[in-house]
């Protein structure tokens, strides 16, 4: 007997939370829903909201790059290059993800703080 590795309920499912989570600003869940979307349905109108859930991120990343003051561009010169940008770039991550939890359902990672809003925006309808 074939497996189906196509699941269109699914795909549907993955999608409309995408939707959802980019609506409330969560990119980064998004994309990531969004990468496995495409993974099964690569459509024209998926990687169209992939391209733009990654528009927001770098948006976002640019927004960072102006709250934390410089310290990119001081310590690029200081210490010379893309390496200590790099470090630094980690180490956002690394904080952000120590704030990170993962859904018990659809196994996304959530921000912490908005953990229990998840909750009740993406599993509570029936
Ligand atoms: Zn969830």
């Known amino acids: 007997m074939q497996v189906l590795e196509?699941?269109?309920?699914n795909t549907k499912a993955q999608y409309r939370l995408a939707k959802v989570l980019s609506l409330r600003n969560e990119f980064e869940e998004a994309e990531k829903l969004l990468r496995q979307v495409l993974?099964?349905?690569?459509?024209?109108?998926?990687?169209?909201e992939l391209a733009l859930v990654q528009r927001e991120l770098k948006r976002i990343e640019q927004?960072?790059?102006?709250?934390?003051?410089?310290?990119?561009?001081r310590l690029a010169t200081e210490q010379g290059g893309l390496y200590q940008e790099q470090d630094i770039k980690k180490r956002l991550e690394d904080e952000r993800q120590s704030r990170m939890r993962k859904c018990t359902i659809c196994d996304i990672?959530?921000?912490?703080?908005?953990?229990?809003?998840?909750?009740?925006?993406?599993?509570s309808s029936k």
């Open 6 to 9: 196509h699941e269109p309920t």
């Open 109 to 123: 990672e959530v921000e912490d703080v908005q953990y229990a809003r998840h909750m009740i925006k993406a599993h």
């Open 39 to 48: 993974e099964v349905e690569n459509t024209p109108a998926m990687r169209r």
């Open 63 to 73: 927004q960072q790059r102006q709250q934390f003051g410089g310290m990119f561009d």
